[in-house]
């Protein structure tokens, strides 16, 4: 890339943070059982990790990429197989029948209701191949300090406000019913969503 690309990569971090997956179902379940005030705990410990990989991958994966060519095309192909892969769970979810389940977390203290999210996410294979696939195509190889820093900090305040406000959001019973019940039907919607990135990061021009 020879630009910053600021609307494709809070774009794809936004579909990647908000869409149906294990760290949003144990936000779901923790609001539920165990309040509000858990489920903002758990929700901070998913975004400090969230912002772990999003730090690493501004500052390993430019200096790979400006040395070595050819690791910003093995990012790019594991980028959109994985993806194409959440594409393919994602349509497979919405066409199974029944309700989904959640667990919740945050029984503990609160510091380990902390590090319970902060573990949730930091071993998430979504989010490490995800946010490396994301800074490849839309941080060019070259970017100054500065522009890796706006990008780090923006993603971090969209991932602060997705997460934080699906802690308050689901602490009322009503509207996290309403989610599962309409599990299906934005298990489709993002089905489609990351099917056309995976093909937007192999189909894309780049310089």
Same mark, same amino acid.
């Given at each position: ?141 070259? +970017? #100054?300090?500065?522009? /890796? @820093?706006?990008?780090?900090? =923006?993603? *971090?305040?969209?991932? $602060? !406000? ?12 009503? +509207? #996290?019913?309403?989610? /599962? @019940?309409?599990?299906?039907? =934005?298990? *489709?919607?993002?089905? $489609? !969503? ?14």
């Amino acid at each position: 890339m020879s630009q910053l690309d600021l609307p494709l990569i809070l774009s794809a971090a936004f579909i990647g943070a908000a869409s149906p997956g294990p760290t949003t179902l144990a936000l779901v379940g923790t609001a539920l059982e165990q309040g509000r005030t858990k489920a903002l705990l758990l929700a901070s410990g998913v975004t400090c990790g969230s912002l772990t990989w999003s730090i690493a991958a501004a500052l390993g994966l430019g200096a790979v990429m400006l040395a070595n060519a050819w690791v910003f095309e093995v990012i790019r192909y594991l980028g959109a197989g994985y993806l194409a892969w959440i594409a393919f769970r994602s349509a497979r979810a919405a066409l199974r029948p029944g309700v989904a389940t959640v667990r919740s977390l945050g029984t503990g203290s609160r510091l380990a209701t902390f590090a319970q999210g902060y573990g949730l996410h930091i071993t998430n294979p979504k989010a490490i191949l995800f946010l490396g696939s994301l800074y490849a195509l839309g941080v060019p190889a070259d +970017a #100054a300090p500065s522009q /890796l @820093a706006l990008v780090v900090a =923006l993603v *971090g305040l969209q991932s $602060l !406000a997705i997460f934080h406000g699906y802690a308050l959001i689901f602490s009322h019973r009503r +509207a #996290a019913a309403l989610f /599962l @019940a309409a599990r299906r039907w =934005l298990d *489709g919607v993002f089905a $489609l !969503a990351f099917g056309w990135a995976s093909f937007k990061v192999l189909t894309a021009k780049l310089t």
